[in-house]
T-cell receptor
């Protein structure tokens, strides 16, 4: 299973764009990249998923370079309510790779 | 359309007792995952189940822990003879069947187990 590496923590001011990068050097051909957000005392919540290039939804954008060995979650104009832990997952639902493993995540702190 | 329902939300047990955590997946979801989270740590995969089948239990301790997802009813995570180290938040997630790609998980609010 592809292992992921993320920064442990990041700080930002409200209104700024935040980019969180995840490294996954041994990503497999079938693997997708998925990001989740977790607030204290809550279960994680799906943010975005992609395979290659760029994916955008109403919440975030996900940038994946051609070699797919890393990915960047971009949060435009963060607010205080974006303070949370962000997890990058790499995996697929192919055979035993169905297990989806969370890393330690990136703790984002947004302040005024 | 209710989300993933977990109960109890909070459970207190004394050492040596049994803990049973229940998870009802979202309607239409046939896959269930259980994760454990210690304070200030990430989520640790425990087990992945489909109806009446354990697909991957590589993250579950070999002793005292078991999980099931029967044909009818919720998925159950059972911890026998609990110890203080079992105190954690246990999250259940469900996903629909997909033929390709990666499962997108919908999580419940978690069950917080405290062992005295």
């Amino acid at each position: 299973l592809a292992k992921t590496t993320q920064p442990i923590s990041m700080d930002s001011y409200e209104g700024q764009e935040v980019n969180i990068t995840c490294s996954h050097n041994n990503i497999a051909t079938n693997d997708y990249i998925t990001w989740y957000q977790q607030f204290p005392s809550q279960g994680p919540r799906f943010i975005i998923q992609g395979y290659k290039t760029k994916v955008t939804n109403e919440v975030a954008s996900l940038f994946i370079p051609a070699d797919r060995k890393s990915s960047t979650l971009s949060l435009p104009r963060v607010s205080l309510s974006d303070t949370a832990v962000y997890y990058c997952l790499v995996g697929s639902n192919t055979g035993t790779a169905s297990k989806l493993t969370f890393g330690t995540g990136t703790r984002l702190q947004v302040t005024l | 359309n209710a989300g993933v329902m977990q109960n109890p939300r909070h459970l207190v047990r004394r050492r040596g007792q049994e803990a049973r955590l229940r998870c009802s997946p979202m309607k239409g979801h046939s896959h269930v995952y259980w994760y454990r989270q210690l304070p200030e740590e990430g989520l640790k995969f425990m087990v992945y189940l489909q109806k009446e089948n354990i697909i991957d239990e590589s993250g579950m301790p070999k002793e005292r822990f078991s999980a099931e997802f029967p044909k009818e009813g919720p998925s159950i995570l059972r911890i026998q003879q609990v110890v203080r180290g079992d105190s954690a938040a246990y999250f259940c997630a469900s996903s629909p069947q997909r033929s390709s790609g990666a499962n997108v998980l919908t999580f419940g609010a978690g069950s917080r187990l405290t062992v005295l």
